[in-house]
């Protein structure tokens, strides 16, 4: 029998640890809280896509305020199952996802020509929005991270693109490969009516009453994420693309992540990053024990 979602695992539990695993460089850098910051990071990055904002403006709850909060919730679950969950709970989640999106159109607002949510451009910059987003962040927080970590961060996050419908072998597999797409895809993509709203929406946000204290830290939250994305992602959205802001950014990453050094593991952490470190020990010992054995 498993253990319920986020449940930390028996001696005797399965093998099953999904796409990733101990060893992986996503178990090791995912549960870390500064992260939080990637993935509101990656929102805003993935909007300056145009059909991409338009498709989920259109399709999705984004832009109602009464419901954008059980969509994000919905988001947040679909990336833990995608990072910890068993093979077959990602099929699951995967299954169900790829179903939703091929059932769905949207209109470009452009040239009013329809297109499908899935069209593999769409699901690649929105991938790719999560992996350079994470990635950013937690190498500027601190979370040690050689070149090559980075790399195969990236690569091992083709499984992910796997899970939306992606093939693995047409995603980026390196940082010089993203960094090589981020700079063709610039050419095309622009912060449209929607993008600009949902920037603006990220400083005053419609909370439900049990999360007001979110809405007081909106500013200041808001404007870290902004100072994260890229200067030519700032520029787009009509703000300023300053060194500076790329220094202040990334000092306050640094001191985030330091704070929540002094937390201890338990609180820290989730129960599921708590599980996949307890696992990650287990296989560093394993390895140590064997190297020494022979």
């Not at 297109?115 to 929005?129: C, R, S, T």
């Not at 802001?245 to 001191?255: C, E, R, V, Y």
Request: net charge neutral; proline share 7%; glycine share 8%.
């Amino acid at each position: 029998m498993h253990d319920e979602p986020g449940q930390l695992p028996h001696p005797e539990e399965s093998t099953d640890f999904g796409l990733f695993g101990p060893g992986s460089v996503t178990w090791r850098v995912m549960g870390e809280p500064v992260l939080i910051i990637g993935g509101i990071r990656a929102l805003l990055l993935q909007g300056l896509h145009p059909r991409s904002m338009w498709g989920t403006a259109q399709n999705s709850e984004l832009m109602d305020p009464s419901a954008a909060w059980a969509r994000l919730g919905r988001t947040v679950e679909f990336v833990r199952v995608r990072t910890y969950g068993t093979e077959a709970e990602v099929e699951r989640v995967g299954r169900r996802v790829r179903k939703l999106h091929s059932k769905l159109t949207g209109l470009d607002m452009r040239t009013g020509e329809t297109f499908p949510i899935d069209d593999p451009e769409n699901l690649l910059w929105v991938h790719m929005g999560e992996v350079d987003s994470y990635l950013d962040v937690a190498r500027r927080a601190g979370v040690p991270l050689t070149d090559a970590d980075a790399d195969a961060f990236v690569d091992e996050q083709r499984r992910s693109a796997a899970v939306v419908g992606l093939d693995p072998a047409d995603v980026p597999a390196s940082v010089a490969e993203m960094r090589e797409y981020y700079e063709e895809m610039r050419r095309r993509i622009w912060a449209c009516r929607e993008a600009r709203e949902g920037l603006r929406r990220m400083f005053n946000p419609a909370v439900p009453r049990h999360l007001l204290p979110l809405k007081l830290a909106a500013p200041a939250l808001g404007t870290l994420v902004v100072a994260t994305l890229p200067r030519w992602a700032r520029r787009m959205y009509g703000l300023p693309g300053l060194p500076t802001s790329d220094l202040a950014a990334t000092l306050t990453l640094k001191g985030l992540y330091r704070t929540s050094r002094v937390v201890p593991e338990r609180f820290r952490y989730s129960p599921d990053a708590q599980r996949a470190r307890m696992l990650t020990r287990r296989h560093e010992e394993s390895l140590a024990t064997w190297s020494i054995a022979s």
